[in-house]
């Protein structure tokens, strides 16, 4: 049995893509995911699965959500071990202490062609970021509705994202235990 942490990108955002967190639980038992967790509305699962095959897994789940809500979701899945040294190597752990101020962009895949130069133009003189082959970390003080570069990192980057901010990390991390 492996431990996965599911993602879901862009759902009951701004009224589109709704998705209520039971009908998402019940339809991932239905599909030989145990022991399945969520945490909040915008998709967030801990789930324990027999397939060791993540790739296959992450596609197998985007298309039942299709099939079943009528339309796509990016479905990023990570192993629960994975999830765990992405959200230990956050180097602002201090400053996201009120939790809101800093968000992990987990990346679809590692950004070989991600911009440094706009990423550096975009940024705003308080905020930070942190870029490793899984995820981009940025610690935006002000928030990051207000924030330039929250808004452009993925055109930045060259790859598709989903972000999450220190509560939902340490609720998802605190799952897994």
Same mark, same amino acid.
């Given at each position: ?16 893509? &709704?998705?209520?967190?039971? @009908? &998402? ?6 599909? @030989? ?10 998709? !967030? ?5 027999? !397939? ?45 202490? #009120? ?23 975009? /940024? ?8 490793? #082959? /899984?995820?981009?970390? &940025? ?8 924030? /330039?570069?929250?808004?452009?990192? @993925? ?13 939902? &990390?340490?609720?998802?991390? @605190?799952?897994?235990?």
């Amino acid at each position: 049995m492996h431990t996965r942490v599911a993602l879901l990108r862009g759902i009951n955002v701004g009224g589109k893509h &709704l998705i209520k967190m039971a @009908d &998402l639980s019940a339809l991932m038992q239905q599909h @030989d995911c145990q022991q399945v967790r969520t945490y909040i509305q915008s998709g !967030n699962l801990v789930f324990h699965h027999t !397939n060791a095959q993540q790739t296959e897994l992450a596609a197998q789940l985007s298309a039942l959500i299709s099939q079943r809500f009528g339309f796509a979701v990016p479905v990023y899945l990570l192993t629960g071990q994975c999830f765990l040294e992405i959200v230990a190597s956050n180097p602002f752990a201090q400053a996201s202490l #009120d939790g809101k101020s800093v968000h992990v962009y987990f990346l679809e895949h590692a950004a070989r062609a991600a911009n440094h130069t706009k990423l550096m133009q975009l /940024k705003h003189p308080s905020e930070q970021y942190h870029l490793t #082959d /899984k995820a981009f970390y &940025l610690f935006a003080p002000q928030g990051v509705g207000r924030s /330039k570069l929250a808004a452009k990192v @993925d055109k930045c980057l060259g790859v598709n994202t989903t972000a999450r901010n220190a509560n939902t &990390l340490c609720k998802l991390r @605190d799952m897994l235990s």
